[in-house]
């Protein structure tokens, strides 16, 4: 998985993408990276951070994707 690699490799944070395509972030985007986050901090002890690029326009869009992040990570993702 592509999110591993970069966790491995030392990035500070995974995102969904660049936010210059016509499809961005997408709330399953967002599911499948907050659970490799969880998979990794599981194996490795150690937290990472995520960022939702693109598509986000409206204060519903970011309660969507404070709601997976809350779900998969807790409150402390």
């Known amino acids: ?3 591993c690699l970069a966790m491995d490799a030392g990035a500070d944070f995974i ?3 660049t936010g210059k395509t016509t499809v961005s ?3 399953e985007s967002a599911f499948v990276m907050c659970r ?3 998979n990794f901090y ?3 002890g150690i937290r990472w951070g995520s960022k939702a690029a693109g598509g986000i326009v409206t204060t519903s869009d970011a309660l969507t994707y404070y709601h997976v ?3 998969c990570l807790g409150r402390s993702g």
């Open 42 to 44: 599981t194996e490795t």
């Open 36 to 38: 490799a986050i969880l």
């Open 25 to 27: 972030a997408t709330p």
């Open 69 to 71: 992040v809350k779900g």
């Open 15 to 17: 995102k969904t993408s």
């Open 1 to 3: 998985m592509i999110f």
